[in-house]
Nanobody
Framework: VQLQASGGGMVQAGESLRLSCKAI????????MTWHRQAPGNQRELVAS???????NYADSVKGRFTISRDNARRVLYLQMNSLKEEDTAVYYC??????????WGQGTQVTVSS
């Protein structure tokens, strides 16, 4: 399973970004997909998840601002991030549970939000 994330960048607080993650080598439509992030000095944290049925869950810190979605035909996972804050600055990773307690991870994409 290969996960290729893109779409990160540098924005000012209040602006938006959309992250994408292309999945290769997997039956994408049956997978739960997630976005995590890791800021310097912090542990990696779950940002949002979406099940194969389209059920979504979000960290409290991003509820109402971020939207996770998927395009099964294109095998792409998205994270729409609106009203970005400085504390959203992190490396964002797309991932998918292996089903054996671990995750497949993408390479990460940097998001930097300045005031």
């Amino acid at each position: 399973v290969q996960l290729q994330a893109s779409g990160g960048g540098m924005v000012q607080a209040g602006e938006s970004l959309r992250l994408s993650c292309k999945a290769i080598g997997t039956n994408f439509k049956v997978r739960t997909m997630t976005w995590h992030r890791q800021a310097p000095g912090n542990q990696r944290e779950l940002v949002a998840s979406i099940s194969s049925q389209g059920e979504t869950n979000y960290a409290d810190s991003v509820k109402g601002r971020f939207t996770i979605s998927r395009d099964n035909a294109r095998r792409v996972l998205y994270l729409q991030m609106n009203s970005l804050k400085e504390e959203d600055t992190a490396v964002y990773y797309c991932s998918s549970p292996t089903g054996q307690g671990g995750h497949y991870w993408g390479q990460g994409t940097q998001v930097t939000v300045s005031s």
